[in-house]
């Protein structure tokens, strides 16, 4: 299987830039009982398929929340099992990546498809319901 990478430069991947941004604003989601919930109608990274954010602070972890091409959401802890750095979707397939130098490669169940990781990313259950992803982290 021909991976293919995200277009990123030298620069970026060394210093371990992902192309997923923050959300403009972190009012959307809130966590409580180890469950994130997010207002998808106030999440404009979310509405299409192929859209992503991060969720980062006030969380025991980092998550990236993902709307597959396939129309479903998925969340993954937002931490290659190689070298730590932060992942992204790669637009027009199936898989997300390491932003690293090393492009550690995963499909959209967290298995690892190419590159040196080891290990499976961390997936979370997602569920939807009357607008609201909810996303059980632990």
């Not at 972190?26 to 509405?47: C, H, M, R, V």
Request: glycine residues 10%; positive net charge.
């Amino acid at each position: 299987m021909k991976v293919k990478k995200l277009n990123r430069t030298f620069f970026q991947r060394a210093l371990g830039r992902p192309a997923t941004g923050l959300p403009e604003n972190n009012d959307f989601w809130s966590l409580s009982d180890g469950k994130i919930t997010l207002d998808l109608n106030q999440a404009p990274e979310l509405l299409k398929p192929a859209g992503a954010v991060r969720l980062e602070g006030n969380l025991p972890v980092k998550v990236l929340v993902v709307h597959g091409e396939d129309g479903q959401y998925r969340a993954y802890e937002n931490k290659c099992t190689h070298a730590g750095r932060r992942i992204d979707p790669v637009p027009g397939t199936e898989t997300v990546q390491c932003c690293s130098l090393n492009c550690a490669t995963f499909d959209l169940d967290g298995n690892k498809i190419a590159g040196p990781a080891k290990k499976t990313l961390k997936t979370y259950p997602v569920n939807v319901a009357n607008g609201k992803l909810l996303i059980e982290i632990g």
